[in-house]
């Protein structure tokens, strides 16, 4: 990074963190500190929800799966919308007029005190490991750019979040993420508009959209139904809805950011806003990955994107394999280029055989390239490197830092810092609040001044970025960072889901059925990942109908028996 | 609620809040049958544009 990119990415930073610190001043009650003392308005807590959701990963990983696998992950979002309409009419009154803290403590209300300690404890254990993820992505930043240490690098992200989490609570956190998103937005922008404006002169926009089309990389909308493929239509409307219902109806972080609200309307305005900008959102995302695809359709690509593994195989031992394989791939780019311009020839020409033709040729000529790049994953599994290397974190850093102009290049790291900072302080700030209201303050100690629950809130802040730290070490074995942070997620979210379903939808379901409902569903859930091939977003289905089912018979046979 | 002592209660008029109507479309109804069109739309706006552009 030059010093241009330093002076945007710090000054962009410290704008948005002073910012949050300066709109939070004065959270010296836990109902402040906790909810914004339910002050937000609608708009503000919009954005938080999406800074919230939109982490480094949603950056770093999203627009790498989309060089490799294409657009389809936008459909991982479709059921979202669907998600915030029920969620609009049904959690959000419901919540709002149980006047809590937590979505768990309804569940007392609603059950008895082991189904929300249990679903409690569900939540920590997921959303825990979770912020470890959340806070390696951004070190995967700095390794790659500046050759620290991952692990002094997680510490030091996890400190500054921490401190300003820590002083200025949830209404900090709301207010930071309102600027963040607008530093993304332009980040974002400037990002597409310069992967464009470096493609060769001879290449328009709508020719590089035909060559991402031409390589499968703009299959936006698949309608096969296939219970073991992870990303198409169907999977995305019912299984990306039952995962939203589950993030934002039962998991905290996000519940928490809509009770900040000052009123119902204002809760339900802030989703549906959420439910109308995420997919667009998605889509220009990972459409900037397809046109980081097409950059580097006419741009040298390393062979692999993870410089470490890269060096492990250049490194004098390798040279006899490494030498023949890099020939190979230089005349796979090459031959590829050719291909690519003559596709283009006869898409000007508006010859249809042409363009046939010579499409067979452009993509007979990506799978040799392909083939030449998972041959050197082969060859970093045979110098002793990762197995099964995935280097998608690290394309759209590359290009970034290797071919953005000064200045955009620090803006860019300013939205992936940024968006890491913004994630993990919104599920900091729940992890806190749950630790301190359902555990500390349901079970060890029931009546203190509110000045000494603010205390263990803040000291719940630090616990959990300590927590987070630690558990960021191991997340770089986990692949694709943003399919990590789902797949754990699809693990627990079907059966927190059931039993909010249970208790909103079922009056005649009682504890005992909603509490072993949800051990039932987990189970399940497990069972269908370690013995089974069904992708994760149908977990949350399963997970939800067996809580459900479960807990309906479990009460059936208690009423039955009275 | 009966909330312990120590943590201050938000404490709002939930009743009138539920009959606040939304900003636009006049009533909840129709900003949620909105927003699932917008959804619809989208959905064949992607799909006509991965046709168009499919290999």
């Known amino acids: ?562 | 609620m009966n909330r312990q002592s120590g943590i201050s209660a938000p404490g709002e008029d939930l009743d009138r809040q539920r009959e606040e109507p939304p900003p636009v479309l006049g009533s909840w109804g129709r900003l949620y049958a909105g927003v699932i069109g917008w959804l619809a739309l989208l959905i064949c706006t992607f799909y006509l544009f991965a046709r168009r552009y499919a290999p």
Request: hydrophobic share 50%; net charge positive.
């Open chain 1, 1 to 562: 990074m030059r010093l241009a990119d330093w002076f945007v990415m710090c000054g962009a930073l410290a704008f948005v963190v002073l910012y949050g610190l300066w709109r939070g001043r004065g959270s010296n009650s836990v109902n402040k500190y906790l909810l914004a003392g339910r002050t937000m308005p609608w708009h503000a807590m919009a954005l938080s929800i999406m800074a919230t959701q939109a982490s480094a990963v949603t950056f770093i990983s999203t627009t790498g799966q989309s060089y490799v696998d294409g657009m389809r992950f936008v459909q991982f979002y479709f059921g979202l919308p669907v998600a915030m309409v029920i969620l609009s009419m049904t959690a959000v009154p419901i919540f709002h007029r149980a006047n809590v803290y937590t979505a768990y403590e309804y569940l007392e209300q609603r059950f008895d005190t082991r189904t929300r300690a249990l679903v409690s404890a569900i939540f920590l254990i997921q959303r825990g490991l979770a912020l470890g993820i959340t806070l390696f992505a951004p070190a995967v930043v700095l390794t790659v750019i500046l050759g620290w240490p991952m692990r002094q690098t997680t510490l030091i992200m996890g400190a500054v979040a921490v401190l300003y989490t820590t002083l200025g609570g949830a209404k900090t956190v709301a207010w930071s993420d309102f600027q963040q998103i607008m530093v993304m937005t332009a980040g974002l922008v400037a990002a597409l508009v310069a992967a464009v404006l470096l493609l060769p002169g001879s290449v328009t926009f709508p020719d590089a959209v035909a060559l991402a089309g031409a390589a499968g990389r703009l299959n936006a909308v698949t309608l096969n139904l296939d219970w073991n493929d992870r990303y198409n239509l169907w999977s995305g409307l019912i299984g990306g809805a039952f995962l939203a219902l589950s993030y934002f109806g039962c998991d905290q972080s996000q519940v928490q950011r809509y009770l900040t609200g000052k009123s119902i309307a204002q809760s339900r305005l802030s989703l549906l806003f959420n439910g109308m900008a995420k997919v667009p959102m998605q889509f220009f995302i990972l459409f900037i990955g397809a046109m980081v695809f097409v950059f580097y359709i006419f741009e040298r690509p390393p062979l692999l994107f993870e410089r470490t593994e890269l060096a492990r195989i250049q490194q004098p031992a390798m040279q006899s394999e490494y030498r023949p394989l890099e020939d190979r791939y230089n005349q796979a780019f090459e031959n590829r280029r050719a291909a690519a311009d003559r596709l283009l020839q006869a898409r000007h020409s508006g010859d249809t055989g042409r363009w046939q033709e010579e499409l067979k040729a452009y993509q007979s000529a990506q799978q040799e390239f392909d083939a030449a790049r998972r041959d050197g994953v082969s060859l970093v599994e045979r110098a002793g490197g990762t197995k099964g290397l995935v280097d998608t974190n690290y394309i759209f850093l590359t290009f970034v830092t290797r071919h953005l102009p000064a200045g955009l290049v620090g803006l860019v790291m300013a939205v992936i810092f940024g968006a890491t900072m913004a994630s993990i302080s919104g599920e900091m700030n729940s992890l806190a609040t749950v630790t301190m209201v359902d555990f500390y303050k349901r079970h060890f100690r029931r009546a203190a001044p509110d000045h000494h629950y603010l205390n263990v809130s803040r000291a719940a802040t630090v616990f959990w970025g300590c927590y987070a730290v630690v558990t960021s070490q191991f997340a770089n074995r986990l692949g694709s960072l943003v399919e990590a942070v789902n797949v754990l997620g699809s693990f627990f979210y079907g059966g927190m889901l059931g039993v909010f379903v249970l208790a909103f939808y079922f009056p005649r379901v009682r504890a005992r059925g909603a509490f072993y409902g949800v051990l039932a569903g987990e189970a399940v859930i497990f069972a269908a990942y370690f013995f089974t091939k069904i992708a994760f977003l149908w977990f949350n289905v399963i997970g939800c109908l067996v809580v459900v089912a479960t807990g309906v018979l479990i009460s059936r046979l208690e009423s039955s028996r009275a």
